[in-house]
């Protein structure tokens, strides 16, 4: 019960939802109130803000530092195990496996398998409950896709009974114990990962998979339309900043990047 609503409460004030209700709020009270300044104020700087957060240059300003606090694992050092947190996910088996790794979910698989090929024999690890009534887990979802992509099973692992990123941390730490292992997930998430992963005792080694914040060449018009697409690098933005605070607020928050 208490997962759940954090869940809503927690959707409900990331930048979008939020910044409409904001605005149906000030609506209300421009129609049915005589505050009709404070409502017009409403408006308009909810849709500031909206516009604002879907531009290209405000999202991925806001969202690039969070991402370069890890860079992409180059790192010689060998591993026995790959771990891959939960994303995105349905099932529906007339699709192509990969679509059903939506969002997050299909770039950590594919960066965890480019690093498993430079780890022969490594364990891979996938990680995540399964979603309302789906019968098919977060992990065993990974699990099934990493096999189309010729990860043999016998080096798979599935944990499936972990429902957000400190709970997919004590999984781990009952699996394989503090032995050093790759950690692969969102480059925005990673650092809130980071810090859940060391504070279980376990040795984490950070690999940033799909980054999204673009500082490389764009045409000039995709960074001055908005887009539903800048509006969710924003999105990660509000979501990592929230859980971060939940972090704080329980006790466990800590310095990502800090040993």
């Known amino acids: 019960m208490f997962f759940t609503l954090k869940k809503y409460i927690g959707g409900f004030i990331l930048p979008l939802p939020l910044l409409l209700l904001l605005m149906g709020l000030g609506l209300a009270l421009i129609w049915f109130s005589r505050?009709?300044?404070?409502?017009?104020?409403?408006?308009?700087?909810?849709?500031?803000?909206?516009?604002?957060?879907?531009?290209?240059?405000?999202?991925?300003?806001?969202?690039?530092?969070?991402?370069?606090?890890?860079?992409?694992?180059?790192?010689e050092q060998r591993v026995n195990a790959i771990v891959v947190l939960g994303g995105g996910y349905t099932w529906n088996d007339a699709w192509a496996p990969s679509s059903n790794l939506i969002n997050n979910s299909l770039p950590r698989l594919n960066e965890a398998v480019r690093l498993w090929r430079l780890n022969p024999g490594a364990k891979m690890i996938f990680t995540g409950a399964a979603a309302s009534t789906n019968p098919v887990s977060t992990a065993e979802a990974g699990a099934r896709v990493a096999e189309t992509l010729g990860v043999p099973r016998s080096e798979i692992l599935t944990l499936d009974t972990a429902r957000d990123t400190e709970e997919e941390a004590a999984a781990v730490k009952q699996a394989i114990g503090d032995v050093p292992f790759l950690l692969v997930t969102s480059a925005s998430h990673l650092p809130r990962a980071m810090i859940f992963f060391k504070q279980a005792g376990l040795h984490p080694l950070p690999a940033p998979a799909n980054q999204l914040a673009i500082a490389s060449p764009l045409n000039p018009w995709e960074r001055i339309i908005p887009s539903p697409v800048w509006l969710m690098h924003s999105d990660r933005v509000g979501y990592e900043t929230l859980g971060r605070i939940w972090q704080w607020l329980k006790g466990t928050a800590g310095e990502p990047g800090k040993e």
């Not at 500031?48 to 290209?56: E, R």
């Open 35 to 75: 505050y009709q300044k404070t409502g017009k104020t409403m408006v308009s700087v909810s849709w500031l803000v909206l516009l604002l957060l879907s531009l290209q240059p405000v999202a991925d300003g806001l969202l690039k530092p969070i991402e370069d606090t890890y860079p992409t694992w180059r790192g």
